[in-house]
């Protein structure tokens, strides 16, 4: 954020007050720090007390928060509200572009499968990077109400519960190509309740690989009504099967095609 930036954004304060802008830059850059996930309000308290060296409240730190909502620069997508018992969970904060946290940060997460394997540790924040960018473009369609769905006692948690009207479909992001079964745990379990509405789930991972390691697999997925798409993804995608690849379902002269028992449904070209 420039200088010139910051000076505006302080100005445009409520009832004429100037914005801290001190405050304004610690808040975005714990946005940029906790990339797709739900930080607590203690969290957020914490960490502002620790750099600022002040006692300030939640409230005030969650009009920063809903401040950097409405330029865009970040989404909040709130806990999905439905037969919650408790008190209100954390928003998922999800950010425009992971560029900024990169250099906000100056750390620089390697999302390209050589990268990854040069550095295993990352993988999970890759993961993060992921599901950040799937939430903040589904925030950005219209006649779409997006949720997430938090850990609630026996009930696993969801990246995305997506709604229209009143139908609502699972998401779950997965930053791998290849998907055991208990990666589905919290799909199923959504789907399973009647009371949710939902009638599918859809697994987003960073590649499918269509020759499945287990048919079982696929007989899970239909009963269980889960579809898989690859991030970014079109129809009938295709790869080229590496030479120290085994063969296996649907290899034709080195060309792997996604059999039909594996339906696809595209997320966007921009993901």
């Not at 714990?30 to 300030?56: F, T, W």
């Amino acid at each position: 954020m420039s200088s010139s930036t910051r000076s505006r954004t302080s100005r445009t304060g409520p009832k004429g007050r100037k914005r801290d802008e001190h405050l304004l830059e610690e808040v975005f850059r714990l946005a940029c720090r906790y990339i797709g996930q739900s930080p607590k309000q203690s969290l957020y308290l914490d960490e502002i007390k620790r750099v600022m060296h002040a006692n300030l409240g939640w409230q005030r730190i969650l009009a920063y928060l809903k401040f950097l909502d409405a330029t865009l620069l970040i989404r909040l997508i709130e806990p999905l509200e439905l037969r919650l018992k408790k008190a209100r969970g954390p928003a998922k904060l999800c950010l425009c572009d992971h560029a900024l946290r990169a250099a906000w940060l100056q750390e620089v997460i390697p999302l390209d499968g050589p990268g990854l394997d040069a550095s295993p540790h990352l993988r999970d924040l890759a993961g993060r990077i992921a599901e950040n960018t799937v939430g903040y473009f589904f925030r950005s369609l219209t006649d779409l109400d997006v949720a997430h769905f938090p850990e609630r006692g026996p009930e696993p948690e969801v990246d995305f519960i997506l709604t229209i009207g009143e139908q609502r479909i699972p998401v779950e992001v997965k930053y791998r190509s290849r998907i055991d079964f208990p990666d589905t745990r919290g799909l199923r379990s959504f789907i399973e309740k009647s009371v949710y509405n939902a009638s599918l789930g859809l697994l987003a991972v960073v590649m499918i690989d269509p020759c499945l390691r287990n048919r079982s697999h696929a007989t899970l997925q239909f009963r269980h009504r889960l579809l898989c798409t690859p991030l970014g993804a079109c129809w009938n995608h295709t790869r080229m099967r590496k030479p120290d690849e085994p063969t296996g379902c649907s290899v034709k002269r080195e060309r792997r095609t996604v059999p039909p028992s594996y339906p696809l449904m595209p997320v966007s070209s921009q993901i």
